[in-house]
């Protein structure tokens, strides 16, 4: 019997604990995450202290060693509770590119940085998207050059989460954050010549600047500045030209994170949704019991039963890759299919449950109001939906049929 | 000066899951989910931090069934070294009475083994059937001074004990000779949210299941022919609100009118 939808009963216990902390301390300060556009640091450092931020790393580096699927299981928890999204940005991220950054630095950086990255002291953020290029990566103009015995990088990264958290030192985490930022290191040799590098947003050479971003504004969205950034070489993640490739294994994670995300955030919007509905009432019924309301709650439920589903698979598609037990390209194409799915069933989901309430959702401080913005992130956010698209395609038609781009 | 703390614990059927009902009125705890009685996370949490301030032992006892022993991992997360369930066929239907006869038997063993227990701590009451007899009937059966609705330990030496104790409208501050029961409020001990760790390494810890005989029961003292306490019936309680406005401009006679209300509600008013 290899198909098994049971948590074992860590993971149980995993998600008691996450979920006795989130109802506690963060679902009463949702609306506040929003209004003041940041998340209390004391909730972060709690979120530290019970070691969210190092679910994947080894317990070598101090981190628990758990795999993809339980650090589903956490996020799940943390969605439950803060359908801003917030929370769940500075959680994946974090956790997906902090496994890469694990994965592919060396011994040196993961004394330096994995290790405080497990404990909580350093966040981790990825920096691709520049003011000029998006989902056409090739078009990045930041550039890193060899300087002695590290590197010296110059450019600017657009629409980038975590700026300030990372930027401060001392309020969120205590070193502040760096981001997994890509670079050409050989330009000429356009997606053959990049390279990743964790650049540390606390160096005085980092200037940033925030967005005003549509949704999930706890967690801050902007842009950086390197000028003339100096690395040592143990902070460049993997080789010379093959950060084009780490990116695409690192948006793979945070894709199946997103998925689950998605899939829980919708299905927590419709039980917030189905509560007021069940007590108010219109032409002498309570508005749940209308076909109308319920035939549009099967076909959303469905829909994100079969995302949250996908989802899981897409985590142990993980975790199958970690152990070697499946190829790189079977992985993409679960993860970019769990993305595609669960995004566009997650927004549907919860633009119909916010109708359920009539004017009265229609505010600042409903969570499914909040929510609805919070998904829309995802029809870009690592890695466009027609961006799913082409991948599953790619992986599904054949390579040999993708279609030419210049 | 180490400390050895002994903390009763009960699962109890989860306060947050809904509650079924056998056709005879009695809860149906065969499916239920069992968690922690929240209450006695309080105490939990106090017997931790006189272990962090002075060192020793913490150790649960609990009486349950055997498949309870995940519930009680729970507080083995929160910093509880080890844990004791009673679990024996010839416990069932216990009242307080044989069940703090039978938990304070094997406070007696952990004594022995332990070299001494200088404080058995519990919760108010348990979410589940509320006497909150046990702490005060587990002081009896073992001899010494018991304290109850403790708000917070202040000091612990020379072999006593001082506790501020909650009272109507105020508080006292108590000295009592160790070992003494105390049974912790929910006031000043807030539980831990444990860390994952902790919660993960909890799972490698075990949770030692006693049977009577181990703990030296008599069972003649235990179950239902130990047990004076008869459940006569069970009934649903309907809580119904209504709610009603008095529109009299008079305060005395709005007082008039509210307590008319509540005469025809049958509400006793003492006057």
Redesign the interface.
């Known amino acids: 019997m290899p198909v098994d939808f049971e948590f074992a009963k860590e993971q149980e216990d995993v998600r008691s604990t996450v979920r006795e902390f989130a109802e506690k301390y963060i679902a009463p300060r949702v609306v506040e995450f929003e209004e003041k556009q940041l998340i209390p640091p004391e909730i972060v450092r709690e979120m530290s202290r019970l070691g969210l931020f190092g679910i994947l790393f080894p317990e070598q580096y101090g981190g628990l060693g758990l795999d993809p699927v339980t650090a589903g299981i956490v996020l799940e928890e943390i969605v439950r509770a803060d359908l801003t999204f917030s929370l769940a940005v500075a959680y994946l991220v974090h956790t997906s590119w902090g496994y890469v950054a694990y994965k592919y630095g060396n011994e040196e950086f993961r004394e330096d940085v994995i290790r405080r990255a497990a404990t909580g002291d350093v966040w981790i953020g990825i920096a691709t998207t520049e003011p000029g290029a998006g989902s056409d990566l090739t078009g990045i103009a930041t550039a890193a050059r060899r300087d002695g015995d590290g590197y010296v990088i110059a450019g600017e990264k657009a629409y980038i989460s975590g700026v300030r958290e990372a930027k401060e030192r001392g309020v969120w985490f205590p070193d502040g954050g760096g981001h997994v930022t890509l670079a050409y290191t050989d330009k000429s040799k356009q997606h053959r010549g990049m390279t990743l590098f964790f650049v540390p947003l606390t160096d005085p050479n980092v200037s940033i600047r925030l967005e005003k971003e549509f949704g999930r504004k706890g967690w801050s969205f902007g842009s950086f500045v390197l000028s003339d950034v100096r690395v040592p070489e143990r902070y460049r993640i993997g080789e010379e030209g093959r950060g084009f490739y780490i990116a695409m294994e690192g948006f793979d994670h945070a894709r199946a994170y997103i998925a689950l995300a998605c899939a829980v955030g919708g299905k927590r919007a419709i039980e917030l949704a189905l509560e007021y509905a069940k007590q108010r009432r219109a032409f002498g019924q309570p508005v749940a019991s209308f076909q109308g309301v319920q035939f549009q709650l099967a076909d959303n439920w469905a829909a994100l039963e079969a995302a949250h589903a996908l989802a899981y698979k897409a985590l142990w598609a993980l975790k199958m890759e970690q152990e070697g037990r499946i190829g790189r390209f079977e992985v993409t194409r679960i993860t970019a299919s769990a993305k595609l799915f669960a995004v566009q069933a997650a927004k549907r989901a919860i633009d119909d449950a916010l109708r359920w309430y009539g004017a009265y959702g229609y505010t600042e401080e409903n969570p499914v109001a909040l929510a609805l913005k919070a998904v829309k992130s995802y029809d870009w956010a690592e890695g466009s939906l027609d961006i799913m698209r082409l991948i599953v395609a790619r992986e599904v038609v054949g390579r040999e049929y993708t279609s030419k781009r210049k | 000066m180490p400390m050895n703390v002994v903390v009763l614990v009960k699962p109890v059927v989860d306060p947050k899951a809904a509650v079924r009902f056998r056709p005879d009125g009695t809860i149906d705890r065969s499916a239920a989910k069992l968690v922690v009685n929240p209450y006695d996370k309080h105490a939990v949490e106090a017997a931790v931090q006189l272990k962090e301030r002075f060192g020793g032992r913490v150790v649960s006892v609990s009486m349950a069934p055997p498949h309870a022993a ?1 519930a009680i ?2 507080v083995l ?1 929160m910093g509880v070294d080890e844990a004791v369930l009673l679990s024996d066929p010839r416990l069932a239907g216990s009242d307080t009475l044989a069940t703090s006869y039978a938990l304070s038997a094997v406070i007696r063993r952990l004594e022995q083994r332990l070299g001494g227990v200088d404080l058995v701590l519990c919760g108010i009451e348990t979410s589940d059937s509320n006497t909150g007899h046990i702490g005060p009937e587990v002081g009896e059966w073992l001899g010494i001074p018991s304290v109850s609705y403790v708000d917070r330990i202040l000091e612990v030496g020379d072999g006593r004990v001082s506790v501020k104790r909650l009272i109507e409208g105020g508080y006292a501050v108590v000295r009592v000779k160790l070992p003494a029961v105390l049974s912790i409020a929910g006031t000043s001990y807030q539980p831990r ?5 902790d ?2 390494a ?2 490698r810890k075990q949770v030692a299941v006693w049977s009577a005989d181990d703990a030296g029961i008599d069972p003649s003292l235990v179950g239902i022919a130990g047990s004076p306490t008869r459940v006569v019936r069970m009934w649903r309680v309907e809580i119904k609100r209504k709610g009603v406005v008095i529109s009299e401009a008079d305060p005395d006679r709005a007082v008039d009118r509210l307590l008319e209300e509540l005469r025809k509600d049958g509400v006793p008013l003492g006057v």
Not at chain 2, 193 to 197: F, Q, T
């Open positions: 995940d991992r729970e997360a949210i444990p860390s994952l760790r919660v993960l909890a799972r």
